[in-house]
């Protein structure tokens, strides 16, 4: 796809084009091919964030080498540690997010990036973060991937028009057309996607002590030890500990251990349940023991 220039007679062209199809299910597809032509993104994945509910995916025009490897593992579950999934979490302003930006500055060294972020072959990636109503906000993700030919990335430009695309979106899915699905969605959705939000929140809570929760949801999201430690305001030395205990505590001894334990006991936890996701990894292995006693 040939980069076209803002202010260029062409990228009007485009944008009026885009605009006409507010409302019309071609919108997405128009979006995509003008924003990647304008920031030089090879790609683009359209993601509904719904408040308590499993995120669900609008549009993508992902290669079939891409999609599965990017797609399927994310909304089972690896979605819970996107940093941009965290910015919706946090309730960032609407705006443009790159990924270097907002990633942990360990990012490409943790187990999310080599587990599963790796595998989507993305080398860099910006994410536009749009409310739409109180309860929904829009991800639209530009991905550039590993193969590409070399370009320079026009993120300012993004930017400036910024302004023009949050509106288009607002105007898009406020219509009755639009909206409809989306909330179908997050119905079907919901008891799953509330069901993933408390995994996370009560990963290790039976068997961990708070602090010691802290710290593995921290190093799950790939924080480093130095980057814990200025958060909870703890020195890196008491980082370490807390880190020994629960290795020891959980029988693992690395971060990719700790990163295979949290998919695999997220994926047994029943629908609608509330309980530690170890509890339920526990019983199913008929594990018994002396460690893994409640703090």
Same mark, same amino acid.
């Given at each position: 796809?040939? /980069? %076209?220039?803002? &202010?260029?007679?062409?990228?009007?062209? @485009?944008?009026? !084009?885009?605009?006409? $199809?507010?409302?019309?299910? =071609?919108?997405?597809?128009?979006?995509?091919?003008?924003?990647?032509?304008?920031?030089?993104?090879?790609?683009?994945?359209?993601?509904?964030?719904?408040?308590? /509910? %499993?995120?669900? &995916?609008?549009?993508?025009?992902?290669? @079939?080498?891409? !999609?599965?490897?990017? $797609?399927?593992?994310?909304? =089972?579950?690896?979605?819970?540690?996107?940093?941009?999934?965290?910015?919706?979490?946090?309730?960032?302003?609407?705006?443009?997010?790159?990924?270097?930006?907002?990633?942990?500055?360990?990012?490409?060294?943790?187990?999310?990036?080599?587990?599963?972020?790796?595998?989507?072959?993305?080398?860099?990636?910006?994410?536009?973060?749009?409310?739409?109503?109180?309860?929904?906000?829009?991800?639209?993700?530009?991905?550039?991937?590993?193969?590409?030919?070399?370009?320079?990335?026009?993120?300012?430009?993004?930017?400036?028009?910024?302004?023009?695309?949050?509106?288009?979106?607002?105007?898009?899915?406020?219509?009755?057309?639009?909206?409809?699905?989306?909330?179908?969605?997050?119905?079907?959705?919901?008891?799953?996607?509330?069901?993933?939000?408390?995994?996370?929140?009560?990963?290790?809570?039976?068997?961990?002590?708070?602090?010691?929760?802290?710290?593995?949801?921290?190093?799950?999201?790939?924080?480093?030890?130095?980057?814990?430690?200025?958060?909870?305001?703890?020195?890196?030395?008491?980082?370490?500990?807390?880190?020994?205990?629960?290795?020891?505590?959980?029988?693992?001894?690395?971060?990719?251990?700790?990163?295979?334990?949290?998919?695999?006991?997220?994926?047994?936890?029943?629908?609608?349940?509330?309980?530690?996701?170890?509890?339920?990894?526990?019983?199913?292995?008929?594990?018994?023991?002396?460690?893994?006693?409640?703090?």
């Amino acid at each position: 796809m040939t /980069q %076209k220039h803002l &202010l260029s007679d062409e990228w009007y062209q @485009s944008l009026a !084009e885009m605009i006409a $199809l507010i409302g019309n299910n =071609d919108f997405s597809q128009c979006f995509a091919q003008l924003c990647q032509s304008l920031t030089g993104y090879d790609s683009t994945v359209l993601i509904a964030f719904l408040k308590y /509910q %499993k995120p669900s &995916l609008i549009f993508s025009n992902l290669s @079939s080498k891409d !999609e599965t490897p990017t $797609l399927g593992p994310y909304f =089972d579950g690896a979605f819970l540690l996107d940093p941009f999934y965290d910015l919706y979490r946090n309730k960032a302003a609407d705006g443009i997010y790159r990924l270097s930006d907002v990633a942990p500055e360990v990012f490409s060294e943790t187990e999310y990036y080599r587990s599963y972020f790796k595998n989507t072959r993305i080398i860099d990636e910006s994410a536009m973060m749009v409310k739409i109503t109180e309860e929904i906000c829009l991800s639209a993700s530009f991905g550039l991937r590993d193969g590409s030919k070399p370009r320079e990335l026009q993120l300012r430009e993004l930017r400036k028009v910024f302004p023009i695309l949050a509106s288009t979106f607002r105007q898009h899915w406020s219509r009755e057309n639009q909206l409809a699905p989306l909330l179908d969605k997050g119905t079907t959705n919901g008891q799953f996607g509330t069901t993933l939000e408390a995994a996370f929140s009560n990963f290790g809570s039976l068997y961990l002590t708070k602090r010691e929760c802290e710290i593995v949801k921290l190093i799950l999201k790939g924080y480093s030890s130095k980057s814990i430690a200025s958060l909870l305001e703890i020195s890196v030395d008491t980082v370490k500990v807390h880190r020994k205990r629960f290795h020891n505590k959980l029988d693992i001894s690395s971060q990719a251990e700790l990163f295979s334990l949290f998919l695999e006991a997220i994926s047994m936890v029943p629908l609608g349940a509330e309980l530690d996701p170890l509890h339920y990894y526990y019983s199913s292995q008929e594990i018994v023991d002396k460690n893994l006693t409640r703090p």
